[in-house]
């Protein structure tokens, strides 16, 4: 049964940093291109970062420069490395894997940044 984990959510005040992983339970997982979502109460999800499977790396606009998205193949994780967090990146933080007729979703992990 396909799994994804997520952890590394809490919460942290403005301007601090956190660092999201994601453990995937995917045959071939090092095939699947990822990607970190999230949704805020009352909010629509929204694309965060993605990596595809041949390391191509694409962002919001909302988080270029102050997130890192990575992948280590041979762990089966991926990761999501976020400074200069602002009040505004308050939400539930979802990892995703797809490829061709396959698409999964992890449970989430939230992030709360406030005073």
């Known amino acids: 049964q396909v799994q994804l984990v997520e952890s590394g959510g809490g919460w942290v005040q403005p301007g601090g940093s956190l660092k999201l992983s994601c453990l995937a339970s995917?045959?071939?997982?090092?095939?699947?291109?990822m990607g970190w979502y999230r949704q805020a109460p009352g909010k629509q999800r929204e694309l965060v970062a993605a990596?595809?499977?041949?390391?191509?790396?694409n962002y919001a606009d909302f988080v270029k420069g102050r997130f890192t998205i990575s992948r280590d193949n041979d762990k089966n994780t991926m990761y999501l490395r976020m400074n200069s967090l602002e009040p505004e990146d308050t939400a539930i933080y979802y990892c995703?894997?797809?490829?061709?007729?396959?698409?999964?979703w992890g449970r989430g992990t939230q992030v709360t940044v406030s005073s």
């Open positions: 995703n894997a797809r490829r061709t007729n396959y698409n999964y």
């Open positions: 995917i045959r071939s997982f090092s095939f699947y291109d």
């Open positions: 990596i595809t499977s041949g390391f191509t790396t």
